[in-house]
């Protein structure tokens, strides 16, 4: 069986007292909200936090707000069941829906949270494994080792983001807010995420994701998200479209794109250009590896054909 | 023989059910003795390398840590068959593949044992590895084991009829070239096993399907005999062959229990499953097909190569059963087979679910849907035409007794609406057939010997409860609920008045275990005469009381009455008390099941394997959606007809018709264990793709029930005859659908886009 290496769970009560002990211990920390990530990697000694800061239980950090401005906000706490629920999402940002209901399966998304989701660590075949498999290979440089297995020679980590929502939330103009003991601050998706296995996001060790922040713009748009993967469930996206735009194939389209690149990417200033071009901007733009199942080839075919369903599904389902 | 049955053919849940789903059901791993340690694995890095070093002093000295083994300490070499002694329950001097043990350590806690594998010092020479049997094969530069030259394990070439006359015979030859790679078990329960030694005496409780062989092999390993040692089996969750055969792990746990003198338990990981493995293996499947305009088949010449892995494990059954199971289908009068089983730097396979018959049968169903298109006959009607006749001896010298695949494929025909679909669908939508079988439990033991393959004990005591002492393995396919049912038929008496202890060396008698689909027919067969022989002392007391002749008793719902005239009847409860009076006080009986001579098979080296006592049967369509700008492929329904003789249970024999379907879909759909450079890529249940709910098809099971002329009340095996036949069947429906013919597995959308898009550019 394999086991959690030994920790200590801090349970703070309340967002002040959590930023308060991660100011003074973030080198040894882990926070944990979910835990659907965290837990299986800690497992395969990934991590080895001396605490484990669990920040489930803080008040405040659930659930979904209409804003009076029109845009909406959610608690970074907030299941990835309640998004896929939610009766505001579905009706005005169904694109954020749509990815949620395709996480991985029930109990984990019953378990697992926006914040955790969107702060998903990179995966890949040579990364996610035991101590005992990355001792056999000589390990990878994003844990342990100096050598890219997917990519030898190279000096970045290419192990691919996976997460479902936060193409969904780029495509919506989503922005993140990360709470310190010393600041708080709101970074839009788009610069949030660092295309490296290794930096993964901007987020600082010293800060907690507290909420996601949906702009009104784009509320009452029709919104789609294709999904690529083996099964018909719990797996993670091998490719995977948003997609947004004004009801009726009426413009004002963006497509994001995740589990093809180090990080989720969204393509803008589409209008104007015919689905051929959209859908081979996409699979420029997509750089799968070996990191995961199936193919690269295929892979980035299956972009090209997520784009166009996803740009297509807008239309049908503005009907 | 009456088919007016009590609980025979009725659909009786499991008897281990509610402790099962109300999770209160004992696994391994459930059991705590006291001061019990817990054991780790220390396993090789290396593919293939000499052991320069191994010191565990620095572990040995960690504080408690209580036991420490090396292969130098379990030097006894040992295997399933007896040809195959070529494994040690951790490495000796070498290392073949990564994963394999070279140390076991037992320590107070799980943690402490962890950090101890931590401080074991190794040091290795790495050798050239082969992962890929051609290679191994024919650059044997060095030899995985010593006496196996050019890395062959075992090769066979058999020939049986005339097989130049034949494909001289034939108006049209195919010749085809298949791949399948490995595939696991993916068992719910990863294996476990704890240990105690007290006394001079030995108690091992394992997660195994066959407790009798682990029982022989820790006599042979450990210098004990099997008299000092209890081998006990708990709840199993599922083997599928996967636990079919002693296994290092549970060597190693009994040997720190005698070392510590503690109670010592180990359950692995689902990644030590993958590298314990013993799935299906890699196999390379030539097959060349004769047959006349009217579809009968003339030649068959099929050539393959398995990749065993690093161990024999049952390699050479495998191989054996990939040839002779051909003969045992269709009437083939001549066939001439070559089998390589060959010796690979990887995790060793071994039995897996239709074991040896699954991936030959993939080539062999999907070249006859090539060969039926291209003389212009139906699929159905083909197989139909190449049908067996029942009671009759094969070109191989296997005896089939009953037979009822032609009415499986009628069965399922009828059922799918086949004649109105076939061929009459929309592009990207498509039909296809195929058929399987098995055997009914091997005709031959692993280890030859005179010995009857089950063994059963009744006890009747005062509480008017009969107790069944068995020595199957209940391995979660209901072997305990099939002997329930059996005794209570046969005595005319309900379930709640039977009870079983099964798999208990201490307790029950011998039987050989859950492996090649013998449980029911061999222990049925066994349950029903020591079943008859309790009934003759029941009989007995009953005439005695009732004044008739023994011959004019008829045995139901608890009562014994005269034939002639019902009313005249004693309660089983009032019968039992005066027969333990009378009797001498508890009534015991006793039966046991042989295989009958004729069953054996021929005279040919080789002919060993492949003989059943009898044959179960399966014919199955698939209904498939090819999504022609991805290729993916949605099964939409499946009909599966399964001749299991009779259903002594049909609610249980749907769950193995199902359960058969799904696992094979798997198979053919998504699951692959990848490797690189010795490495397993998809150690787990993440990335090691079964399938799950949301990929299951609608499965619509058909029970065919030919009505064994040996089986106990008729009855064959329900749990792997179905396995083989759904990948076909999905393969020739993608064929249907879009035209395109996979001859590689898993039928990955990518394969069967790349497949779309080059028939598109011719």
Redesign the interface.
């Known amino acids: 069986?394999?086991?959690l290496p030994?920790f200590e769970v801090i349970l703070p009560s309340t967002l002040e007292e959590a930023a308060g002990f991660l100011a003074d211990h973030h080198q040894q920390t882990k926070i944990y909200a979910g835990g659907t990530d965290l837990v299986p990697s800690m497992k395969q000694g990934l991590f080895e936090p001396d605490y484990v800061l669990d920040i489930k239980s803080l008040p405040g950090l659930n659930g979904i707000t209409d804003l009076p401005d029109g845009g909406v906000r959610i608690g970074a706490l907030t299941t990835v069941s309640e998004l896929a629920a939610s009766p505001v999402l579905r009706r005005e940002f169904p694109v954020l829906a749509r990815a949620a209901a395709t996480v991985a399966?029930p109990n984990l998304r019953n378990a697992g949270t926006l914040g955790g989701n969107i702060c998903l660590d990179t995966r890949c075949?040579w990364y996610n494994?035991?101590f005992?498999?990355r001792?056999?290979?000589g390990f990878c440089i994003k844990k342990d080792g100096s050598t890219c297995h997917v990519a030898p020679g190279s000096k970045q980590c290419w192990a691919v983001y996976s997460g479902d929502t936060a193409p969904a939330l780029m495509v919506l103009g989503g922005r993140v807010k990360l709470t310190s003991r010393a600041e708080e601050r709101v970074v839009p998706l788009t610069d949030f995420f660092v295309n490296d296995g290794l930096g993964r996001n901007v987020i600082r060790p010293d800060e907690i994701l507290t909420e996601v922040l949906i702009p009104a713009a784009r509320r009452g748009y029709a919104g789609h998200y294709e999904k690529?993967r083996?099964?018909?469930?719990?797996?993670y996206p091998l490719a995977g479209v948003a997609a947004s735009g004004k009801p009726g194939g009426g413009g004002d389209l963006r497509i994001g794109l995740t589990a093809v690149n180090p990080r989720p990417v969204l393509l803008d200033r589409l209008d104007g250009l015919s689905l051929e071009d959209i859908c081979n901007q996409a699979k420029r733009t997509a750089k799968p590896l070996k990191t995961s199942?199936?193919?690269m080839?295929?892979r980035r075919?299956?972009i090209g054909?997520l784009v166009k369903r996803a740009i297509r599904g807008l239309s049908a389902s503005s009907d | 023989m009456s088919d007016d049955f009590t609980t025979v053919g009725k659909r009786v849940p499991m008897v281990d059910g509610t402790q099962k789903v109300t999770g209160h059901g004992i696994y391994t791993d459930d059991i705590k003795l006291p001061g019990m340690l817990h054991a780790r694995i220390v396993?090789s890095?290396?593919p293939h390398a000499r052991i320069l070093r191994l010191d565990t002093a620095r572990a040995e000295s960690l504080p408690g840590v209580f036991a420490v083994v090396t292969g130098k300490d379990l030097t006894g070499k040992y295997g399933i068959l007896p040809v195959g002694h070529d494994e040690t329950a951790l490495a000796v001097d070498k290392v073949r593949y990564?994963g394999e043990g070279i140390a076991a350590i037992a320590a107070r806690t799980?943690?402490i044992a962890?950090e101890a594998a931590h401080l074991i010092d190794v040091a290795y020479e790495p050798l050239p590895a082969y992962f890929d049997p051609i290679k191994a094969m024919n650059q044997p530069d060095v030899l995985i084991h010593e006496d196996k030259p050019g890395n062959i394990e075992r090769d066979y070439h058999h020939d049986f009829g005339n097989v130049e006359q034949g494909f001289a015979d034939a108006d049209l030859i195919r010749d085809d070239s298949f791949f399948c790679p490995r595939v696991t078990h993916a068992a719910m329960e990863?294996h476990s096993t704890l240990a105690s030694f007290e006394g001079g005496k030995l108690t091992v409780w394992s997660s195994t399907q066959t407790p009798y062989y682990l029982h022989r092999t820790l006599a042979l390993v450990l210098g004990m005999p099997m008299s000092s040692i209890r081998v006990i089996k708990p709840l199993v969750g599922g083997g599928f062959g996967g636990k079919d055969e002693p296994l290092g792990h549970e060597i190693c746990t009994a040997a720190l229990a005698i070392k510590s003198g503690r109670p010592v338990r180990l359950?692995?990981?689902?990644?030590e499953v993958f590298y314990i493995h013993r799935g299906r293996p890699a196999q390379h499947v030539w097959l060349k097909t004769g047959v006349t305009r009217d579809g009968r088949i003339t030649a068959v010449h099929c050539k393959t190569i398995q990749d065993g892995g690093a161990y024999c494990s049952y390699g050479v059954v495998t191989i054996l059963y990939s040839g002779a199971l051909l003969g045992a289908i269709y009437d083939i009068r001549n066939f001439r087979y070559d089998g390589y089983r060959v010796l690979t730097n990887l995790p060793a396979c071994g039995a897996m679910r239709g074991h040896g018959s699954v991936n030959v049968r993939f080539a062999f169903e999907s070249q006859m849907d090539i060969l039926a298109r291209e003389i212009g006959i139906d699929p159905a009607d083909m197989r139909l035409r190449n049908a067996l006749e029942p009671n009759s001896r094969t070109a191989n010298d296997l005896r089939v007794t009953s037979y009822g695949y032609p009415e499986c494929i009628r069965k399922v025909v009828e059922r799918s609406g086949w004649n109105e679909k076939k061929g009459k669908l929309p592009y990207g939508k498509g039909i296809g057939i195929a058929g399987s079988h098995y055997v009914s439990g091997a005709a031959n033991a692993i280890i030859r010997s005179k010995m009857p393959h089950s063994n059963v004990m009744l006890k009747l005591d005062i509480d008017g409860g009969v107790t069944i002492y068995t020595g199957t393995a209940e391995i979660g396919q209901g072997s305990d609920t099939i002997q329930v049912q059996i005794v209570a038929e046969e005595l005319g008496i309900g379930l709640e008045r039977v009870r079983i202890v099964s798999a208990d060396s201490d307790l029950t008698p011998m039987d050989l275990g859950s492996y090649s689909s013998r449980v029911t027919f061999m222990a049925g067969n066994a349950c029903l005469r020591a079943a008859r022989e309790m009934k003759s002392k029941i009989n007995r007391a009953a005439a005695d009381l009732l004044k008739v002749a023994p011959e004019q008793l008829v045995n139901r719902d608890s009562r014994i009455f005269v034939s002639s005239d019902p009313q005249r009847a004693v309660t089983f409860d009032e019968t039992v008390v005066h027969a333990l009076g009378t009797q001498g006080g508890t009534l015991v009986s006793q039966g046991s099941y042989t295989p009958p001579d004729e069953a054996k098979g021929g005279k040919f080296k080789g002919s060993g394997v492949g003989p059943g006592v009898a044959y179960s049967y399966s014919a199955q369509v698939a209904e498939v959606s090819v999504d022609v700008?991805?290729g993916q492929v949605t099964v939409e329904r499946i009909v599966a007809a399964h001749d299991c003789g009779r259903a002594l249970n049909p609610l249980t024999v749907e769950g193995q018709i199902e359960g058969s379907v799904s696992m094979g879909l798997g198979q053919a759909l998504?699951e692959e264990v990848k490797y690189d450079?010795g490495?397993?890529?998809?150690?787990g249940l993440?990335?090691y793709?079964t399938?799950?709910?949301?990929?299951t098809p609608i499965i619509e099971s058909i029970i065919v029930e030919s009505v064994d002329p040996e089986g106990p009340f008729g009855a064959k095996e329900a749990g792997e005859g179905s396995l083989a036949a759904v990948i076909p069947a999905v393969a020739n429906a993608i064929y249907d659908a879009v035209g395109v013919r996979i001859k590689e597995l898993p039928l990955?959308?990518?394969r069967i886009?790349k497949a779309i898009q080059e028939k598109q550019h011719r």
């Open positions: 069986m394999m086991r030994a399966g075949y494994q035991s005992f498999w001792s056999a290979c690529f083996v099964r018909g469930s719990v797996d199942a199936s193919t080839e295929y075919h299956m054909v | 396993r890095t290396q990564v799980p943690e962890e990863p359950t692995i990981s689902r990644e700008e991805t998504t450079q490495l397993t890529m998809n150690p993440l990335e793709k399938g799950g709910i949301r990929d990955t959308p990518e886009l």
